[in-house]
């Protein structure tokens, strides 16, 4: 049973299974993002992006499960201690908020459109012929662009594990592998 509970040296399997997961659909929706800006609207473009909708509702279901579970094993997690265990905290607080928020908002828009959304086909927002214009607007404005702030953020998430164990020789990768 231990191997599957977060312990202060490990993550457990359910913990690492969380993160390497998200990170794969995180990597498919990142890449799909950037083929658009780069490429704009093709065939590969359309082929990546396609799941869009239904893997960002798949993220946003999986970070409220990996929260829970974190918070639940929030006393056996490997420590960050330092400052620079605090910055790391603050750091993944924010990927958390933003994991949260940018799918958030673009739930918030759909239903607000009105258009109806069945992820898996799983009826979750019914087809209304009206739209609320308040709920759309968050959607609107911020989806996008945090969408690349997370993406940002990740990236450095990324260049700081390498930078530690590179630079520091600290091999920071250990407890979530």
């Given amino acids: 049973m231990a191997t599957w509970l977060d312990t202060t040296q490990r ?6 299974g969380f993160h390497w997961l998200m990170a794969a659909l995180f ?23 396609g799941s869009h909708f239904t893997l960002g509702f798949t993220l946003f279901v999986l ?24 910055a790391a905290e603050a750091g993944h607080g924010l990927i958390y908020a ?20 069945s992820p898996y086909g799983i009826p979750l927002m019914p087809v209304r012929g009206d739209k609320i214009a308040w709920m759309m607007v968050p959607g609107d404005l911020f989806h996008y662009w945090l969408g690349f702030v997370l993406m940002t953020v990740v990236l450095g998430h990324i260049i700081m594990s390498v930078l530690h164990r590179v630079l520091w020789k600290e091999n920071v990768l250990v407890p979530m592998t």
């Fill in 98 to 117: 933003l994991m949260i928020v940018v799918p958030g908002i673009s739930l918030l828009r759909q239903y607000g459109s009105g258009k109806g959304f």
């Fill in 11 to 16: 993550y457990g399997r359910i913990s690492r």
């Fill in 63 to 86: 970070v409220l499960l990996r929260g829970a579970w974190g918070l639940m094993n929030l006393g056996r997690r490997p420590p960050h201690p330092g400052r620079l265990g605090r």
């Fill in 27 to 49: 990597a498919w929706q990142f890449a799909g993002a950037l083929l658009y800006v780069g490429i704009g609207d093709t065939a590969l473009t359309r082929f990546v992006g």
